[in-house]
């Protein structure tokens, strides 16, 4: 089964969840309808009919497959081997609308128990059936290169050579199919089984604040209360909460880097992050320039800024839970979804009328699920389901500027995943690399024409100020994540990791990220554990930097007034996962294998903290 793309912003969303059946409506903070998704384009219920039929028929056809073509494929011509392929997506993209209906499912809702109990079925049943399939990818790897060659010369597998490339990339790490088949059956009761006891956990969190049972995500939300004592009394409410539950997610990261390890070395993958690369079909040497320029780059971005933060909120030191501090002690006015739909889809519209025309389909249709209610996954994240049918976004709008802007960036996933679906199910997903290119970018434009739009000298200075932190948090902190993980996965090759050493390093990586206006307090060491990226895939973090970086890149080529940019980005949008980042930056005269790229990224952030200062 394919992977499946998320783009799982927590850092601007907050715990929750809800009914994932129907487009019924959720009153939001303005007492307005907020928009629910409805999942019966992918299938009426969990008990329907077509799905179960679904899943006995892809039982049947993946059995009939491995009949057919195990053993064979080396001896065929290149039309029979583009046929196998034709079939093997068929079967595949079947296993990825059931997958994909259990996810949202669940994201949605994952504290009702017959939900849960739905996911983790249909989880197993499509292990089960994939089994079956497994040898396919793994026998195509074993085609020698001389034979492969000789077959790509007819057009019909000529088409899937961005698939067969991406493939053979993991030629080197490939065990076994046997061994193969016992690490992916055994996967339902391995890493699957301990994220989904870390979903669990963290939706049935209640943290006592003010006289009230909150969830963790809305104690979160009141850390960027303008409120200094506010922010101080959640920040000490959530510590104590995940320090209740710290040995639980000490062993849970504990097993999981644990289990990590030990497939890493079967597979002979040189360092932790090795699997991540390949992945996102991305260099481990382009991956370390762009840490290295971002490290380099603390003083210049991240530590400048909170210093001119703490000189704004009158302080001598900022705590950690200042971080997301408003800089204005007046409540945000919170922005009616109707009035973020128009601001986003202005955005869109006015870059361009094809990307506007997409964007619009999400709100004309029951796409979109938009309120914060209990049990919901926290964040948000754009999932591109089947190119048969359409991506869904998950949303916790609470109506704040971060609130729009999360929308703009979850849109452009919507946009991006739609144009790419022409590829096909095999070829439509990107890698985390370059997943975030049309989010981010969708970012940027909406801010843009927000900003344009604003001539009041000192809500333009809050919005720089917003953009600015939320630019942080997308490099400097994802950076600082990345930095986190990798130490912990490297320090666990030696031996199991105490709860108070994952701490510590927590405090060292984000302080040296943060910078000397900081002061960290011990309370602060246990707040690495509601971070699930860290659970849910390892050294995922550095894509929201890459995207980050990329795009800013790109946004100043289309300022310079580069000819044709629209055509080309949409292009860009189209190609999927068929083309790499080298191939999709050419048109563009960008280039991330060159040092300098990075820091052109990093200047833009840089700039913006530079009109701060002038401000």
């Known amino acids: 089964m394919s992977d499946l793309y998320f783009s799982h912003s927590f850092l601007r969303g907050v715990h929750a969840s809800s009914p994932a059946e129907g487009n019924g409506s959720v009153a939001s903070p303005q007492d307005e309808a907020l928009p629910r998704w409805d999942l019966r384009d992918l299938y009426e219920s969990p008990e329907s009919p077509q799905l179960q039929t679904d899943l006995e028929q892809a039982e049947e056809d993946s059995r009939a497959f491995a009949d057919a073509w195990r053993g064979r494929l080396a001896q065929a011509d290149g039309a029979a081997v583009a046929s196998a392929i034709v079939e093997y997506q068929r079967i595949d993209e079947v296993l990825g609308r059931a997958a994909s209906y259990a996810q949202l499912l669940f994201a949605a809702n994952s504290a009702d128990a017959k939900i849960a109990r739905f996911s983790q079925s249909v989880n197993e049943r499509l292990t089960a059936i994939s089994t079956h399939l497994l040898f396919f990818t793994l026998e195509m790897n074993r085609i020698p290169d001389d034979v492969l060659a000789r077959q790509m010369a007819d057009p019909a597998l000529a088409h899937w050579a961005p698939f067969i490339r991406d493939l053979r990339v993991f030629r080197p790490y490939q065990l076994s199919d046997e061994v193969e ?295 400097v902190r994802q950076i600082a994540f990345y930095r986190f993980e990798t130490l912990v996965h490297e320090e666990r090759r030696s031996g199991e990791l105490l709860p108070e050493r994952i701490g510590e390093i927590w405090r060292e990586t984000q302080a040296e990220s943060l910078g000397p206006a900081f002061e960290f307090t011990p309370d602060y060491d246990v707040y690495w554990t509601y971070v699930p990226h860290f659970i849910h895939s390892p050294f995922y973090v550095y894509a929201y930097a890459f995207g980050d970086c990329l795009v800013n890149a790109l946004y100043d080529v289309f300022q310079s007034g580069h000819p044709g940019f629209q055509d080309k980005y949409l292009d860009m949008l189209r190609a999927g996962g068929t083309k790499r980042h080298r191939e999709l930056l050419a048109p563009f005269g960008l280039d991330a294998a060159d040092p300098g790229f990075w820091n052109r990224g990093l200047d833009v952030i840089a700039g913006f903290i530079d009109e701060l200062e002038r401000i």
């Open 181 to 475: 088949s016992v690490l992916h059956e055994k996967s339902v009761t391995g890493a699957a089984a301990w994220n989904r006891l870390f979903d669990e956990t963290m939706a049935s969190l209640r943290v006592p604040l003010d006289g009230e049972e909150m969830t963790l995500g809305s104690a979160l939300d009141r850390m960027s209360s303008p409120d200094r004592l506010a922010r101080a009394r959640a920040a000490k409410a959530v510590g104590e909460t995940l320090e209740g539950r710290l040995r639980l997610f000490s062993l849970v990261t504990n097993t999981l880097a644990k289990d990590k390890a030990i497939t890493d070395t079967l597979r002979h993958y040189p360092r932790p992050t090795s699997a991540r690369n390949c992945a996102n079909m991305v260099e481990d040497e382009v991956v370390d320039a762009l840490v290295q320029a971002v490290t380099a780059s603390y003083p210049r971005l991240s530590h400048r800024y909170y210093a001119l933060k703490a000189k704004w909120l009158g302080v001598g030191k900022l705590q950690y839970w200042d971080r997301n501090a408003p800089l204005t002690t007046q409540d945000e006015p919170l922005i009616p979804w109707k009035d973020a739909t128009a601001q986003v889809l202005g955005a869109y519209e006015g870059f361009d009328p094809r990307m506007g025309e997409i964007g619009r389909r999400f709100f004309d249709n029951a796409w979109i699920d938009a309120p914060p209610v209990p049990g919901k996954a926290s964040g948000a994240f754009a999932h591109p389901t089947v190119p048969s049918v359409h991506p869904y976004l998950l949303l916790n709008y609470r109506g704040r500027t971060r609130d729009v802007m999360t929308l703009a960036h979850e849109l452009g996933h919507g946009v991006h995943q739609v144009l790419a679906g022409a590829q096909g199910y095999l070829m439509s997903g990107t890698p985390l690399t370059l997943a975030e290119t049309a989010s981010v970018f969708g970012e940027m434009l909406t801010f843009r024409a927000l900003l344009d739009a604003q001539k009041d000298p000192t809500r333009r200075r809050l919005m720089l100020a917003a953009k600015v932190e939320d630019m942080l948090n997308t490099v």
